[in-house]
C-alpha cells in the first residue's frame, strides 16, 4: 500500500507543474516514468516469489526472445513453469504423483533435467557436465543440446 501511495505521490510531481517551469510534460515521457514505475513495482514483487519455479530461472523481469518455431518455444514454456503433461496429469486424473522409477521421488522438470542420476550419462554427452544448472539448461537461452537430450531421456513426447 506505501510502495502505491509513494508512486503516485511521484506521478503527481512529475504532472504538475515546477515552480522553475510552466512546460506541461509531454505524454511520452509520463508514459515511460508511470512504465517505469510499474516495472519496478513488480520486480519487487516477483524479488518475493522464492518458492516459484520460474523465478530461480527467471530473477530479473525483462523479455526474453522467442523461439520461432512454436512447438519448441511451448514446450520451453512448459519447461521453465515446471507443468508439463507427464508431471502434471496425475492432477486432472486424481491418480498419485508420478515417481521415478530410478529415484522413487517425486517426477519434476528439475529432477529429469539435473538431478536424476539415471539420466547423469546422457548429461555428460549434451552438456559436458554431469550436473548442469536449470538456467543452462531453459534460461534465457536454452542449451542447443537441450531438445535432443529430452527426446533421448524419453521425455520430449510427454511435455
Not at 503527481?12 to 516514468?33: A, G, I, N, R, T
Not at 517505469?36 to 527467471?58: A, G, R
Not at 529429469?112 to 557436465?129: G, Q
Amino acid at each position: 500500500m506505501e510502495e502505491s501511495q509513494e508512486m503516485n505521490k511521484q506521478t503527481v510531481m512529475l504532472v504538475q507543474p515546477h515552480s522553475f517551469s510552466h512546460e506541461p510534460v509531454p505524454v511520452c515521457d509520463l508514459k515511460k516514468y508511470i512504465k517505469s514505475c510499474l516495472q519496478m513495482k513488480w520486480q519487487i514483487h516477483w524479488d518475493q516469489e522464492i518458492d516459484n519455479k520460474l523465478h530461480s530461472i527467471k530473477p530479473i523481469i525483462e523479455n526474453w526472445s522467442e523461439d520461432v518455431n512454436r512447438k519448441r518455444s511451448t514446450i520451453l514454456t512448459r519447461l521453465r513453469i515446471g507443468h508439463t503433461r507427464f508431471t502434471h496429469r496425475h492432477l486432472l486424473l486424481g491418480e498419485p504423483d508420478p515417481t521415478c522409477p530410478h529415484c522413487s521421488c517425486t517426477m519434476s522438470v528439475k529432477h529429469i533435467l539435473i538431478e536424476c542420476k539415471h539420466f547423469k550419462i546422457h548429461r555428460l554427452r549434451f552438456f559436458n557436465t554431469s550436473s548442469p544448472t536449470l538456467t543452462t539448461m531453459i534460461g534465457r537461452h536454452p542449451h542447443i543440446y537441450l531438445f535432443e537430450f529430452l527426446k533421448i531421456a524419453g521425455f520430449y513426447p510427454h511435455i
